[in-house]
């Protein structure tokens, strides 16, 4: 039995180099594009969670703040979790491609208020944005969890992303008047400014990594172990070291 194991091992190995050898694979690398999606996430979250928190603005703040929303916040972050498929990283992919697309959603309703065709201060809008947010914030626990395998410096990002969005979630279904500056929108307003700054290091983290071509700031990444618990089962073709689209992921 145990020489039948060792021959099929050793068969299966050897037929693994022999596909190696006979395969070419052409990957493009790519800058990482978690740079540009943090970044958009972190300028847009921290502006709205500021004025959320009543530390400026009035009724009319979110028509002012919807296109830049829409663009840096949206646009720019989906663009990022289009292209984190470039670089074969299934969480920046979702956590990007989610977000962006609910800062672009951000930017068009607040217009649609603006220009009257909504009414932003009606129970069905508190109703539909409060189930919004705890969908948000489901998703993005389940992004926390597989960020565990990242760094941890992208666990705190979505970790406190999603406790943010959850806050504003209970604040929009619970209050019957959600009132920027009280009660848990002020508690998830200063949660999500929380999560923006996290989101801008990492973001700085990783562009100074690409431009110093060593760590500068630390993320707390943890060692990667193929398919723990059961051991490895595949060996991907890629480089050991290189830019994403190269290697896995950022």
């Known amino acids: 039995m145990e020489a039948t194991t060792v021959r099929r091992e050793r068969h299966s190995a050897n037929g693994a180099r022999a596909w190696e050898d006979r395969t070419r694979v052409f ?15 972190a300028a847009a979250t921290f502006i709205v ?9 009035s009724t009319e703040t979110p028509l002012y703040l919807a296109p830049f929303c829409a ?11 289009l292209f984190a498929f470039r670089a074969r990283d299934g969480l920046a992919t979702a956590m990007h491609g989610m977000w962006g697309s609910f800062w672009i959603a951000f930017g068009i309703l607040n217009v649609l208020g603006a220009t ?9 809008f508190y109703d539909a944005f409060g189930y919004w947010f705890f969908a948000l914030a489901a998703i993005t626990v389940c992004g926390t969890l597989a960020a565990l395998a990242e760094s941890i410096g992208l666990v705190r990002v979505l970790g406190t992303l999603s406790v943010g969005a959850a806050f504003l979630a209970i604040g929009y279904l619970t209050d019957s008047t959600p009132t920027a500056g009280e009660g848990w929108l002020l508690a998830g307003a200063w949660v999500l400014i929380g999560s923006a700054l996290l989101a801008a290091y990492v973001a700085t983290a990783m562009m ?12 707390g990444k943890l060692s990667r172990q193929a398919n723990v618990p059961g051991g490895e089962v595949t060996v991907p073709i890629e480089w050991d070291r290189g830019e994403p689209g190269i290697r896995h992921g950022q």
């Open 71 to 81: 663009m840096f916040g949206g646009v720019a972050q989906f663009a990022a979790g």
């Open 116 to 124: 009257g065709a909504l009414a932003l201060d009606s129970s069905t």
């Open 208 to 219: 100074m990594e690409g431009t110093f071509g060593r760590v500068v700031l630390p993320l």
């Open 49 to 57: 969670s500021a004025h959320l928190a009543g530390w400026y603005g």
């Open 27 to 41: 990957l493009t690398p790519i800058a990482p594009p978690s740079i540009l999606g943090l970044f958009g996430f």
